[in-house]
């Protein structure tokens, strides 16, 4: 962690991407980044957030992003993936092929590609990304560049505001500021995405044990962050 990282609050981040791009959203599925929409909200007037409707969420959490939505009074853009090509994927692969084949390209079809055509709208996005989450997040640092959703036309800024935070922190802004959170971590679900590949985790497991929990833990993002493991990998 650098020195600037160690000083800057995570509204430091938030305001200096809002001062730095017209153009920004913020991520939205988990704890952290209802925590990262509640402090933007303070922050600026103008607040896009997106999410992926992967189409294999939780009941819990579609009534969580509505409540969200209502909570803040904020549009949020709920992204499908391309209705073709998943029906073709689908067609080949099953429901549940990710169990014997990985999720790389389920998650391709259902996360990756939806992300990165709503990307070119935008010059840089906000996650809820933890360095303590996961082997492939030790290093993240406050800003980087997207290498995988640039193009010619511009570099997309990433900002990771709460990246040197720890869960205990999260939780406590949570508690601290009556932000809305999904039920289900009240069910020992910690890290909550798709249903088939979420499962609850024990008192005393790491919170990225519940996701994947087939695949190694260094293998383990879903392509949104792949900057992650590619970076971990050089
Ligand atoms: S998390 Fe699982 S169900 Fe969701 S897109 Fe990825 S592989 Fe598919």
């Given amino acids: 962690m650098t020195e600037g990282q160690q000083k800057s609050t995570p509204q430091d981040v938030l305001k200096q991407a809002f001062d730095a791009h017209e153009l920004v959203t913020i991520s939205f599925s988990g704890a952290e980044d209802v925590v990262l929409i509640d402090m933007a909200c303070n922050i600026s007037e103008e607040v896009n957030v997106f999410s992926l409707d992967t189409g294999r969420l939780h009941p819990e959490t579609y009534r969580f992003i509505d409540q969200v939505r209502n909570h803040y009074g904020i549009d949020i853009d709920i992204l499908s993936p391309d209705a073709d090509a998943l029906s073709a994927f689908v067609k080949e692969h099953g429901l549940f092929n990710f169990y014997q084949d990985g999720h790389q390209s389920c998650c391709g079809i259902r996360?990756?590609?939806?992300?990165?055509?709503?990307?070119?709208?935008?010059?840089?996005?906000?996650?809820?990304?933890?360095?303590?989450?996961?082997?492939?997040?030790?290093?993240?640092?406050?800003?980087?560049?997207?290498?995988?959703?640039?193009?010619?036309?511009?570099?997309?800024?990433?900002?990771?505001?709460?990246?040197?935070?720890?869960?205990?922190?999260?939780?406590?802004?949570?508690?601290?500021?009556?932000?809305?959170?999904?039920?289900?971590?009240?069910?020992?679900?910690?890290?909550?995405?798709?249903?088939?590949?979420?499962?609850?985790?024990?008192?005393?497991?790491?919170?990225?044990?519940?996701?994947?929990?087939?695949?190694?833990?260094?293998?383990r993002e879903c392509g949104l962050h792949i900057i992650n493991v590619e970076e971990e990998s050089q």
């Fill in 111 to 219: 996360k990756v590609a939806p992300l990165g055509k709503h990307l070119t709208h935008y010059d840089a996005w906000i996650t809820g990304q933890r360095q303590d989450q996961s082997p492939t997040r030790t290093e993240l640092p406050h800003q980087q560049i997207d290498i995988a959703f640039s193009d010619e036309r511009r570099d997309l800024m990433k900002y990771n505001p709460l990246s040197s935070w720890s869960s205990a922190q999260v939780w406590q802004y949570i508690r601290s500021n009556n932000v809305p959170y999904n039920p289900l971590h009240d069910q020992g679900f910690m890290s909550i995405g798709c249903e088939p590949c979420t499962r609850a985790v024990g008192p005393n497991e790491h919170e990225r044990v519940g996701r994947w929990w087939w695949e190694e833990a260094t293998k």
